[in-house]
């Protein structure tokens, strides 16, 4: 293994999906696909008009039909698959393009736009349909219950104690295509840093939290990330023959 190079954290943002085809959050115009993140990804939107939001994550449900994984999600997939220490991908991306290209140590701390949550029973389902039509439940058979499996702002992110485990015992800290804007991922660098881990951030441009990181790589995602692996891969086999 590289020298004190053992555990690893990597964070991705919308950026990581961006050469895919999946528009990023904070567009040009500041608009997600034409909205407003408010009007789309709050609970008090779903409340206020339901119909609006269910349609919106249904099309975004629909575009992942369309796109495939770059060649930095396949570059994570293979630094997860031939790391022999520890590895956690922490997503806030709720498509599913990091395990579609071969991920297994990933979870989506912002949840998944490929599974249901229904407000009847509570239950977490796969889902691949029209959420607007209101089916029934697999779990409970109530129709009009399901809800994007989502975590929107106000709501807690999912699996936060096991990533701040992770984070505690990580060597290295990478982040990847995120804007740094929304917590608690911004502070993912901090907790790190504090913890003693190397930090990296590679991103079209610097994000917000940019100078709390050791080191930062400006760039698409798909040409910066598989050199990155390779390097830290080849590092490695050098440092045990
Ligand atoms: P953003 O849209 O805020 O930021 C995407 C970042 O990726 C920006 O800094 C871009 O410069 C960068 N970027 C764009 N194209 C890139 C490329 N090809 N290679 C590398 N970087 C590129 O998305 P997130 O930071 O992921 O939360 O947004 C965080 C959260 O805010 C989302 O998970 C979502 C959103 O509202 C919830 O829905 C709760």
């Not at 293994?1 to 085809?21: F, H, K, Q, W, Y």
């Not at 939107?45 to 269910?54: C, E, G, K, S």
């Not at 992942?64 to 997503?91: F, I, M, S, Y």
Request: charged fraction near 25%; glycine fraction near 10%.
């Amino acid at each position: 293994m590289p020298r004190d190079i053992s555990n690893i954290v990597i964070l991705t943002g919308a950026g990581i999906s961006a050469e895919s085809g999946v528009a990023t959050f904070r567009g040009p115009d500041g608009l997600w696909e034409g909205h407003r993140v408010e009007d789309v990804a709050t609970p008090e939107a779903f409340a206020h008009d339901p119909d609006l939001v269910q349609a919106f994550y249904d099309a975004r449900r629909a575009k992942l039909k369309t796109v495939e994984p770059n060649a930095a999600h396949r570059a994570l997939a293979k630094l997860d698959a031939q790391w022999p220490g520890e590895l956690l991908l922490v997503t806030q991306n709720v498509d599913d393009l990091h395990e579609r290209a071969g991920s297994e140590r990933l979870l989506h701390m912002h949840g998944e736009l490929g599974s249901a949550w229904c407000l009847g029973c509570d239950a977490r389902s796969p889902f691949d349909g029209l959420m607007a039509e209101g089916p029934a439940c697999p779990v409970c058979r109530q129709p009009g219950q399901l809800r994007p499996d989502i975590v929107w702002f106000g709501e807690m992110p999912y699996e936060m104690e096991r990533i701040e485990r992770a984070l505690a015992r990580c060597d290295l800290f990478v982040s990847i295509g995120t804007s740094g804007a929304v917590y608690p991922a911004a502070g993912f660098v901090q907790t790190a840093r504090y913890h003693g881990a190397r930090t990296l951030e590679m991103n079209l441009n610097p994000s917000e939290g940019s100078f709390h990181f050791h080191e930062s790589r400006m760039g698409r995602a798909g040409e910066l990330v598989p050199g990155w692996v390779e390097d830290l891969l080849r590092e490695n086999a050098d440092e045990r023959t």
